[in-house]
């Protein structure tokens, strides 16, 4: 378990975040949930939980245990090619879906989604005050994705406007996550100190000249994934 800086206050219950000794199961799909001081559940984004240990990142004060991962979308048969992913991700928290129990496997993914899906991925702390963009809006559901992971520098916009509704493209997606991999390991921080060499940029000359550095570092951390 790794309890991040800052999480406890004086009165907090460490052992209840720390689970002493749980029964872990040997089979099906489980993952850690935590119930806060007000009553209420939150699935812990990461978290995995195998036959012989079990991983997570206690970002909050609460009760933590494991659970049943228990997410399914009726337009995700089991033998779908990503139904694992969607699966464990949704379970998480970081997806939703589209509504009425549907995910929309083969819909589009637009820059807020990604915001927002990091947002909750990142712990979906408080956010204060509002971005700086002309074209999102302080009280859309998007609001505090955008703002928070524009804070941390993942999205940059293209000077004064998000666009929010505009559908991320690959490019910018590897971007965004690079910088995400330099703010959440260190080898994705070294990585992003090094330039791009003449050999690298053989390897990926067929990316933006904004983006071959963060195409580089995705693919060392086997993280650029193609067709």
Same mark, same amino acid.
């Given at each position: 378990?790794?309890?991040?800086?800052?999480?406890?206050?004086?009165?907090?219950?460490?052992? =209840?975040?720390?689970?002493?000794? &749980?029964?872990? &199961?040997?089979?099906?799909e489980y993952l850690v949930q935590y119930t806060d001081v007000s009553g209420e559940s939150h699935p812990v984004a990461w978290s995995l939980v195998t036959p012989g240990k079990v991983y997570?990142?206690?970002?909050?004060?609460?009760? /933590?245990?494991?659970?049943?991962?228990?997410?399914?979308?009726?337009?995700?048969?089991?033998?779908f090619w990503g139904a694992d992913a969607i699966s464990f991700t949704a379970a998480r928290g970081l997806f939703q879906g589209v509504g009425e129990d549907e995910f929309d496997p083969s819909g589009t993914m637009t820059r807020v989604m990604l915001a927002q899906t990091l947002y909750r991925a990142a712990g979906s702390s408080a956010v204060s005050g509002s971005d700086a963009f002309?074209?999102?809006?302080?009280?859309?559901?998007?609001?505090?994705?955008?703002?928070?992971?524009? =804070?941390?520098? @993942? @999205? =940059?916009?293209?000077?004064?406007? @998000?666009?929010?509704?505009?559908?991320?493209?690959?490019?910018?997606?590897?971007?965004?996550?690079?910088?995400?991999?330099?703010?959440?390991?260190?080898?994705?921080?070294?990585?992003?100190?090094?330039?791009?060499?003449?050999?690298?940029?053989?390897?990926? /000359?067929?990316?933006s000249d904004w983006a071959q550095t963060s195409a580089r570092n995705l693919d060392a951390l086997g993280a650029l994934v193609g067709d």
């Open positions: 378990v790794w309890i991040p800086a800052g999480t406890l206050s004086e009165g907090d219950d460490l052992m =209840a975040m720390l689970m002493p000794f &749980p029964d872990l &199961p040997q089979d099906g997570y990142v206690a970002a909050a004060p609460g009760a /933590y245990e494991i659970v049943k991962a228990e997410k399914g979308f009726s337009d995700v048969s089991e033998d002309t074209d999102t809006q302080a009280d859309a559901w998007y609001a505090d994705g955008v703002n928070a992971m524009a =804070a941390k520098g @993942f @999205f =940059a916009g293209d000077g004064s406007a @998000f666009r929010p509704d505009d559908t991320i493209t690959y490019e910018e997606m590897v971007t965004v996550l690079s910088s995400v991999a330099a703010w959440a390991s260190l080898d994705g921080y070294e990585l992003s100190q090094e330039n791009l060499s003449a050999g690298d940029w053989g390897n990926y /000359y067929q990316f």
